[in-house]
């Protein structure tokens, strides 16, 4: 259903608003979903971030220790999205040209030819990313920037949707170079992913005694996940709400327990999440807690501790609900 709001303008009638039905967007988020915990077993709020990721058409990043089902969640994602899948496994010696591609001379035409690299997909899986080195990871950041890659003074555009979703093991592990801050920026959402649940690691154990292997459908495919997701401009937000995305990113600014604060990039970042997470539920008008709910997940890495506050034990979860508290929520 889609209603046209009419303003007059010099006696033109120009449309103000369009307000469209977003129950596909609920019904889709539902049915993807529910295919991907046919393989995942728990982590529910994690895998809505990352179809929130998907719908925004951005990029993700899975932070925890080895064995949690990163690599599994991601390739399921994209198996039942119906997206191209291509995995790297980012390793100190990777080179900028594995990933982007490089020229090649073909000797029965005498010239080169471009070789396609394992960027050229729709779902590009970065495994282990904080093990590569620097200049790999600023091949990698064109590419999430830009939605292109240069080789040799040559631009080509990647397929759309383009979404990485890159795994890291925590930096104090050894042989991992921190990510720069150019480069998290370009993220989303960081997601932490803990030790599952104590009934869930159960399961996870029953299902490989009895050998259950689930396979899973494609529910969606790229032409529509990009007609979905340009009907998120029609999710309406209100002033007010703006003002509260406002007022939580700049207080990160001015926080005493906060040396660097998140940027202007973090507000655009929590409306659009916000407005993904509304859809999906079915609404298209957001709502504070849709703003709360992925406050954390996209202002986390990007904002520093000050140093006494992490002697202290502070954690940034614990600030920004303490942010999110202090903050008086639009009515």
Same mark, same amino acid.
């Given at each position: 259903m889609v209603n046209v709001m009419i303003m007059s303008v010099k006696n033109k009638k120009v449309p103000e608003m369009r307000i469209i039905d977003m129950t596909d967007i609920r019904v889709k988020a539902q049915q993807v979903l529910s295919e991907v915990a046919k393989v995942i077993v728990g982590y529910t709020d994690i895998l809505q971030k990352v179809f929130i990721s998907v719908l925004c058409d951005a990029h993700v990043l899975l932070e925890g220790l080895?064995?949690?089902?990163?690599? !599994?969640?991601?390739?399921? =994602?994209?198996?039942?999205?119906?997206?191209? =899948?291509?995995? @790297? #496994?980012?390793?100190p010696d990777l080179l900028p040209a594995d990933i982007t591609g490089s020229q090649i001379f073909n000797q029965k035409s005498s010239e080169f030819v471009f070789k396609k690299g394992p960027l050229f997909s729709n779902i590009v899986l970065a495994d282990e990313i904080n093990r590569a080195a620097p200049k790999t990871q600023s091949?990698?950041? +064109?590419?999430?920037?830009?939605? #292109?890659?240069? &080789?040799?003074?040559?631009?080509? %555009?990647?397929?759309? %949707? =383009? @979404? &990485?979703?890159?795994?890291? /093991? %925590?930096?104090? #592990?050894?042989?991992?170079? %921190?990510?720069?801050?150019?480069?998290?920026? $370009?993220?989303? =959402?960081? @997601? /932490?992913?803990?030790?599952? +649940?104590?009934?869930?690691? &159960?399961?996870?154990? $029953? $299902?490989? !005694?009895?050998?259950?292997?689930r396979d899973v459908d494609s529910i969606l495919n790229p032409e529509e996940i990009v007609e979905l997701q340009k009907k998120l401009d029609f999710v309406w937000i209100n002033t007010r709400i703006l003002r509260y995305i406002r007022d939580v990113t700049t207080r990160t600014r001015d926080d005493p327990q906060i040396a660097i604060g998140a940027g202007p990039r973090a507000s655009l970042v929590l409306m659009k999440a916000s407005k993904a997470r509304a859809a999906i539920l079915g609404r298209n008008y957001v709502i504070p807690d849709d703003v709360k709910d992925v406050a954390f997940n996209a202002l986390n890495h990007r904002m520093q501790l000050k140093p006494e506050a992490e002697l202290e034990g502070v954690s940034k979860e614990s600030v920004v609900n303490r942010i999110l508290e202090e903050i008086p929520v639009p009515i």
């Open positions: 080895p064995g949690l089902a990163k690599t !599994v969640m991601a390739k399921t =994602f994209a198996r039942v999205l119906g997206c191209t =899948f291509r995995r @790297i #496994q980012f390793t091949a990698l950041l +064109e590419s999430m920037a830009e939605k #292109q890659i240069t &080789v040799e003074g040559k631009t080509y %555009p990647l397929d759309s %949707p =383009f @979404i &990485v979703i890159a795994t890291q /093991n %925590p930096i104090e #592990q050894e042989g991992t170079y %921190p990510l720069p801050e150019a480069q998290l920026d $370009r993220f989303y =959402f960081k @997601i /932490n992913m803990g030790y599952p +649940e104590s009934d869930d690691e &159960v399961e996870i154990m $029953r $299902r490989q !005694v009895k050998g259950i292997h």
